[in-house]
């Protein structure tokens, strides 16, 4: 029996297609449109419609997956929301793979350490085993990795270790890396706690 799944990824930070939303059913891209990171979160509604209207995918999906981070907050929240709503009216399950595993899973390097843009001059960095971090480039401790990929592997230049080129996971990538992932929730992955503060005045009070 045929899986057919819709993917999303939004993490992409940069100006390369580094996003997408995609069709897979049994391992092959049935469609999928590729965006840039930057602005990318306005057209994934429209590109998720038209590649499910092109393709006469009229009954619903047998599970959406997506990438849920580290990567741009605006393209992580609007990707999510859009894959956990479609999700929610066609009753099917989501799971949420991060983008150091979905860029493994493509590169078939399950060694690799991911690094991608992060704000103010940093890169967080997504490691086979532990949590992703992020830290400024100068300090970053490459010492014992196996190999080093990513679309932030342009920022240093004396890695110690091999370097591939990989700025953004396929859409195969992302699939096979949701393989034995539990589904759940969407839950965006923010490696920096949020921006936003209350008031130091406090909230104001509810309207009557």
């Known amino acids: ?69 580290p990567g741009s907050f605006t393209g992580l929240r609007s990707s999510l929301s859009l894959a956990a709503g479609l999700a929610a009216g066609w009753n099917c399950p989501t799971i949420g793979v991060t983008l150091g595993a979905a860029i493994r899973a493509t590169l078939a390097r399950p060694d690799a350490v991911c690094v991608s843009i992060a704000r103010r001059g940093r890169v967080f960095v997504d490691p086979p085993h532990g949590p992703v971090t992020a830290s400024q480039t100068a300090d970053l ?49 923010y490696v920096d706690p949020p921006e936003a503060k209350p008031p130091a005045a406090g909230l104001r009070p509810a309207p009557l």
């Open 1 to 69: 029996m045929s899986v057919r799944t819709v993917v999303f990824n939004g993490a992409g930070a940069g100006t390369g297609l580094t996003s997408l939303v995609a069709l897979v059913e049994d391992g092959h891209v049935v469609a999928e449109k590729l965006m840039a990171g930057r602005g990318a979160s306005e057209h994934f509604a429209p590109a998720i419609r038209e590649l499910l209207t092109q393709n006469n995918w009229t009954t619903s999906p047998d599970r959406v997956v997506a990438v849920i981070g």
């Open 141 to 189: 401790d490459p010492t014992g990795w196996a190999c080093v990929t990513g679309d932030a592997v342009s920022e240093k230049t004396d890695w110690p270790c091999p370097v591939l080129p990989c700025e953004a996971p396929y859409a195969l990538g992302i699939v096979q890396a949701a393989q034995g992932v539990t589904p759940g929730p969407l839950m965006p992955l």
